[in-house]
């Protein structure tokens, strides 16, 4: 830094004898008005296509669709729900058809946590209805069925080995 200066200090008069002419800042201001003017122009170009492209989403979204969108996802569900409950309720009733079908105090806690939670979900897809809030919910049934498959054969499992211990 220092060398810089101290050469422009040497040498100052033999930098400053020339002068830009009185032209060259009016080509500046020039060049510059015209960048500046065409940037600006650009700007609102591309703020008035993202204003009619988002006035475009904004309208295109039309309720009608929404609520036949909603009201398909909710007829889905109930026939899908319809279908896995009479599967679940043929399930419960083989368990409580053996003697300790719901001795297993990690079976029926589970079963109650999914119960709690399927009925949250329920309530979501009433007042929120959406396709991933449908395929929580099939999945919950579906957790559920596993369980109750899971426990149907220990207890299947359970009884053979007492039969076999009686016969012996």
């Known amino acids: 830094m220092d060398r810089l200066r101290e050469f422009f200090e040497r040498n100052r008069d033999g930098l400053d004898y020339r002068e830009p002419p009185g032209s060259a800042w009016q080509n500046i ?68 058809d053996f003697e ?19 009925q949250v979900l329920r309530e979501e897809m009433k007042s929120k209805p959406s396709e991933k809030v449908k395929d929580a919910l099939i999945l919950n049934i579906l957790v559920r069925i596993d369980l109750l498959n899971q426990q149907i054969k220990r207890l299947e499992e359970d009884r053979e080995k007492s039969e076999a211990e009686s016969e012996v």
């Open 29 to 96: 201001k020039r060049s510059l008005g015209q960048t500046g003017s065409r940037s600006i122009v650009i700007w609102r170009a591309a703020a008035i296509f993202f204003f009619a492209l988002s006035t475009y989403l904004f309208l295109s979204t039309d309720p009608i669709v929404k609520s036949r969108e909603i009201t398909r996802l909710q007829g889905e569900f109930m026939d899908l729900e319809n279908f896995y409950t009479s599967q679940i309720a043929e399930k419960v009733s083989l368990i409580q």
């Open 100 to 118: 300790n079908g719901y001795e297993d105090d990690d079976f029926t806690q589970d079963i109650q946590k999914l119960d709690a939670m399927y």
